[in-house]
């Protein structure tokens, strides 16, 4: 089943005045969202970011991960520039949702790390799946992107799928003492490069 584009609007932020683009994805109910900035169907690579929901991180300020500082600090980065793309994807807890995300994080509040507790919940580490990236970005005329991410995967889904991925432009920002055990098991357990091995580095510690 498609994912069909609904409907746009202005989105003004502190950072800048996004276009807001929503879909549904029909195979799913899920409905994504996508602020843009500037003219990004140019062909030129568009600086990006693929955002999984965290409503905990994104909207509630915790502090066990670093996502609501990521998602700050990626949308900063696209009203430096003046033009970019955010997805904002509708795949709650790395897929398993919210509840089942309540549920991992009382057995971490146990000594389980965020890989063992999803697989004690009889979960995948990572149950997401990026299909919907791509008619996404078709619809945004969107073809190469410099993604800014931590996440090998996240390069790895765009690349199989066609997008160009003509840079990678890590994000390191939101450390903070309550989310150190976490990170570093993204980077040890989840392939994570946590290094500051890029010059174009976004960073806001
Ligand atoms: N199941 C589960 N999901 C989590 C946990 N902490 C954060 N999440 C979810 O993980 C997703 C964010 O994934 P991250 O691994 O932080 O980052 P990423 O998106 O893979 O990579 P970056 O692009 O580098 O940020 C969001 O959907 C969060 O809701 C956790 O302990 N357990
Ligand atoms: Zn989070």
Do not use: W
């Amino acid at each position: 089943m498609p994912v069909v584009f609904v409907a746009a609007s202005k989105l003004p932020t502190p950072f800048a005045q996004f276009t807001m683009h929503g879909f549904l994805d029909e195979s799913t109910g899920r409905e994504h969202v996508v602020l843009s900035l500037g003219e990004i169907a140019d062909g030129a690579p568009v600086l990006g970011r693929l955002h999984s929901e965290c409503l905990t991180g994104d909207a509630l300020f915790s502090q066990r991960c670093d996502c609501g500082s990521q998602l700050e600090a990626a949308l900063q980065a696209i009203a430096r520039e003046g033009r970019g793309v955010l997805l904002y994807l509708r795949q709650e807890g790395r897929g398993i949702g919210l509840l089942n995300k309540i549920r991992a994080y009382e057995l971490q509040d146990g000594g389980a790390d965020t890989v063992e507790a999803n697989e004690r919940l009889g979960f995948a580490a990572d149950q997401r799946d990026y299909a919907m990236c791509l008619p996404m970005l078709e619809h945004l005329g969107v073809k190469s992107l410099r993604l800014m991410t931590n996440n090998p995967r996240k390069v790895k889904a765009l690349t199989d799928m066609g997008i160009v991925v003509a840079e990678r432009v890590p994000l390191h920002t939101g450390h903070n003492p309550h989310n150190k055990l976490y990170l570093a098991t993204k980077a040890s357990k989840l392939d994570h490069m946590m290094g500051n091995e890029h010059q174009g580095e976004v960073d806001r510690a």
